[in-house]
């Protein structure tokens, strides 16, 4: 028998599976009660207007929408894209953009452009477990830096800055994955300034900006940006729909040039079908009611787990308060390891994430978590949370 393993390359050996990959087999699970999901509540996908909208593309427009598309993606798309974009001041003169197949291969692509081995890479620590694995498939070195309760440690960014070449910093300033806190308007506009004093780019990575549900609107880094600094990545899969998987990149024309070479020898284009459903959608239906009701239903849940938070986690699990999003993150006494506390919660049918999984080294045990309150009912919100209070009050005891 062949030994592959011995033949992969040096760049993808380091890789593991994703842990929130890995919890979507235990979701499948009538019993297990997850908190480990990184989608809005399926409740509010419009599925019969989609439906609808699918059914008559089919019908009128069949043969074009199943033939190959353009690299650069569904022309109407991108025209709405650009415009919506440019109403909170995202995209200038020097910008171009380009559909991806979800946010994801927006990160992957605008990585795989920009990296050569070695490459200095500041992150967020925590951050999206996708970017991790994806800048270390390009073999950049990695710099974690922690984040504050109003975002990345500037201090810490700075000093990284002062001692190592750095190609980008990648950061989610609004309800940051893993953690929901966003990022203070005076921040963003340093991390911008400091990006320019030092010479480097940033990749703005913005899937759940739109799901604010308090608080008020704070800019975009991308609306402040007047050399092409910076680097925006969207979504709708946390607005319309994840399946989709239908993302876009914004950039300076020069980034966006190469992006689209690169991603033609990757998928060629997103499939047509569900840009143009996604296209139909906005031209006939308000995307802002949409947006409205999926904020609705994040703040019902997210005030559901925090309030079961508040009476059956113990004094000892400190966790944040997210001003929108899909996520908040627990922290726990040091020295615990919630890997290792994910074993047990799920042989008591709970799931989370472990914070290792996202952190620059993944193999040391992390005492924090990550949960999402926008894929269960609240009864079972209100259960699984009583479970992981009862054992998190063994642990700590």
Known sequence: MVDIKNSLSKRVRPLEASAIREMFKLMGQADIISFAGGIP????????????????????NGQFTLKYGVTEGYAPLIDQVVSNNKLNGIGKDFDATIITTGAQQGIDLAAKSLIDPGDGIIVESPTFVGTLNSLRSYEATLYG????????DLESTEEILKTKKIKFIYTIPTFQNPTGITMCLEKRKKLLALAEEYDCLILEDNPYGELRFKGDYIPTIKSFDESGRVIYVGSFSKTLSPGLRVGFLVGHTDLIERVIVVKQANDVHTPLLPQMIISQYMAENSMDAHISRGCESCKEKCNAMLDAMDRHFPDKAVYTRPDGGIFLWVTLPEGVDTGALLKKAIEKKVAFVPGNSFMVNAAEPSNCFRLNFTTVSNDKIEQGIKILGDLLKEELN
């Open 41 to 60: 509540s399926p409740e509010v996908y419009p599925t019969d207007t989609l439906a609808k909208i699918s059914e008559n593309i089919l019908a009128t």
């Open 145 to 152: 830096v922690p984040v504050q309760d109003d975002g990345i």
